[in-house]
């Protein structure tokens, strides 16, 4: 146990986290187990250390984190490890990587049901479903979702500023008064563009060159968190990733389920199927039309966020798909996301259409129905949101 918590205070005293995540403060810390998902690369270590930096220190026992990656946990359970380290007057066990331990879920029920004074706060893959995949965790954990850099959030790192969030209401309301007390003190249109290229992954803070730090977490993303969690034989690897590269250099477009099916050799169903898997990734968004979900045809795929769009070769870089691509993954954890019949057009929360436009083009006429998310302009009027505004809604 001495071991863990000299590897616990060195992780805690060095943690390095530059921009306070507002999850931290959107979580029921009283609840007593909590799960925290999300995609590879985002954060989720860095934010159980600080969590514990922020509530504990680096040097009070009553928490400690572990990683699941620890080949001692390959010969001992959580529930027992848990049973010691309360023994010990611990009182809050983060664990990160969960699903790397057998029998995670069941493990994590044990400890709910042995010592109710333990907390645990854990990390997953956004793959997992807690719920209806471990019927054993229902009504006993809460789940929440960590995304990547918001484009505020990293506007607030590289600018040094602290601006809010806004809902989406308060940005269509008010979008020009918002705009004009944030131009106050920077212009977002100087960074729109690098986060675009590499700012939603928190990783580019590091020393390394971001493409190929990126590159090696989509293979992990399928590697692991498609292959391992979701229990998929090895010899399907090629063809899921096959299938990925395929849907990336088609665009945001509805797939042609068909002949994705004879590319990869595989059948229509398995091809949806693989699709539901790399969306689950957070590799690709899957939108659809109005009333419409899985197993459904979509009528679009896109990559997940600007960022893997050039990490892909032959980098094909059409500013529309990247602007829509970012649209998209700016609204879909806060709203409903569907397709809206024409191009560049989505129905958001089933009621508001907008079209993501670039302002410039020639002067159009505007539909008095339509919301328009423009980019290549800082401001915008009436209902023309400037479309790098839609990044400020977390």
């Known amino acids: 146990m001495d071991a863990f918590f000299h590897t616990h205070t060195n992780l805690v005293e060095h943690v390095n986290a530059p921009v306070r995540r507002r999850l931290m403060d959107e979580i029921n810390w009283n609840d007593r187990l909590i799960g925290i998902k999300g995609t590879r690369g985002v954060g989720k270590t860095t934010f159980l250390l600080q ?55 069941r493990e994590l029920r044990r400890c709910y049901d042995c010592y109710p004074q333990l907390q645990i706060v854990f990390t997953g893959s956004s793959v ?20 990547g850099f918001s484009f505020r959030e990293y506007l607030n790192l590289q600018a040094g500023q602290h601006f809010e969030p806004y809902t989406l209401d308060e940005i269509l309301g008010g979008h020009e008064e918002i705009t004009r007390g944030i131009l106050a003190k920077v212009s977002p249109m100087k960074h729109f563009q690098e986060y675009i290229h590499h700012g939603f992954y928190p990783f580019f803070l590091e020393h390394r060159n971001y493409s190929e730090n990126l590159l090696k977490t989509m293979n992990m993303m399928t590697e692991v968190d498609i292959l391992l969690i979701k229990q998929i034989d090895l010899k399907y690897l090629t063809k899921i990733k096959k299938l990925f590269y395929l849907l990336a250099l088609e665009g945001p477009k509805a797939p042609n389920i068909s002949n994705l099916a004879k590319d990869i050799n595989t059948s229509r169903a398995t091809v949806m199927n693989y699709i539901k898997n790399l969306a689950d990734a957070r590799l690709i968004n899957i939108v659809y039309p109005a009333g419409q979900e899985f197993p459904k045809k979509p009528a679009k795929v ?45 129905i958001i ?30 401001v915008g009027k009436g209902r023309q949101v400037p479309l790098w505004l839609m990044g400020f809604l977390y």
């Open 128 to 147: 997992m479903r807690l719920k209806e995949e471990n019927p054993e965790l229902n009504g006993i954990v809460r789940s929440y979702n960590l995304r």
């Open 302 to 346: 896109m990559l997940q966020n600007s960022n893997l769009i050039y990490a892909i070769y032959p980098i094909q870089l059409d500013q529309q798909q990247l602007m829509e691509t970012f649209f998209v993954n700016a609204l879909q954890e806060e709203c409903s996301v569907n397709d809206g019949g024409k191009q560049g057009t989505y």
């Open 349 to 378: 929360n089933e009621k508001e259409k907008f079209k993501v436009y670039d302002a410039a083009k020639p002067k159009m006429r505007f539909n008095s129905d339509t919301t328009y998310a423009i980019y290549n302009a800082e």
């Open 51 to 105: 969590y514990a930096k922020e509530r504990y220190g680096s040097a009070d026992r009553q928490c400690l984190y572990v990683n699941m990656n620890n080949f001692y946990f390959q010969g001992r359970g959580i529930a027992d490890f848990a049973g010691e380290f309360c023994r010990k007057g611990g009182k809050v066990l983060l664990i990160d990587q969960v699903f790397k331990q057998p029998d995670w879920s």
